[in-house]
């Protein structure tokens, strides 16, 4: 019954490297997020897409970058990965319109370490 | 913008026991919802409740409960009976039910819940 999955649990990466960290919902929704958690401050979002090839900025989207070619795809870029990058990435993607009490589906989340 | 504020980083609890846990939130708009969501050791995401602010009678699901207070931006979770399995990171989230990104969470800082034996 998985809904929304990201492509890795656990990735460690370099300083400098460019990384993509990819999620893929099976639900048909038009919305998907991507936040960032980091102890004492919660969840804050990157960037999200309300459709194909449409993105918004969220609170936090200095150093990455999105794609969303495929509705059901949605990766997030780090051009080039930096140590205070190194968190919990969490995709999240609602059903139904805008403006409705529906819950958020998330993935099981990436920890992403930067060294 | 709106925020969230949780000011208590860590709770905890006798098993069996209710505990509390608080949430404030400022936003100038009237029509919104309020979550709370949990998140265990195993990091997935699971919505425990959800208030649309409308509705004036506090939502309950079971040994969950809030505590609604509009007016004074208050949106608190009871957890009655505790038990173990309560034990993980509970986070507080506001949605705005206007414009295209009516759909993103606001979050607060969390609050980590222990459920003692």
């Known amino acids: 019954d998985v809904k929304v999955t990201q492509s890795s649990r656990y990735l460690v990466k370099r300083t400098g490297e460019k990384v993509f960290l990819e999620c893929v919902q099976d639900m048909d929704h038009e919305n998907m997020f991507w936040y960032r958690q980091d102890p004492g401050l919660g969840l804050r979002l990157i960037y999200f897409s309300y459709d194909v090839k449409m993105k918004e900025k969220g609170d936090i989207p200095e150093g990455y970058s999105v794609s969303r070619e495929k509705k059901e795809r949605f990766s997030l870029i780090l051009e080039s990965a930096s140590t205070n990058q190194t968190s919990m990435y969490l995709c999240?993607?609602?059903?139904?319109?805008?403006?409705?009490?529906?819950?958020?589906?998330f993935g099981p989340g990436t920890r992403l370490t930067v060294l | 913008a709106q925020t969230v504020t949780q000011s208590q980083p860590e709770m905890s609890v006798q098993e069996a026991e209710t505990v509390t846990l608080s949430c404030t939130y400022d936003?100038?708009?009237?029509?919104?919802?309020l979550f709370w969501y949990k998140q265990p050791p195993s990091r997935q995401m699971i919505l425990v409740i959800r208030q649309e602010a409308y509705k004036q009678q506090n939502a309950t699901e079971n040994r969950f409960s809030v505590n609604f207070q509009k007016a004074a931006k208050s949106f608190s979770l009871k957890i009655s009976d505790s038990q173990l399995g309560d034990a993980a990171m509970y986070f507080c989230a506001y949605r705005t039910r206007q414009g295209t990104s009516g759909s993103r969470l606001t979050f607060g800082e969390g609050t980590q819940l222990t459920v003692n034996p």
């Open positions: 936003t100038s708009e009237s029509d919104y919802y």
């Open positions: 999240a993607s609602p059903p139904g319109l805008a403006g409705k009490a529906d819950t958020q589906y």
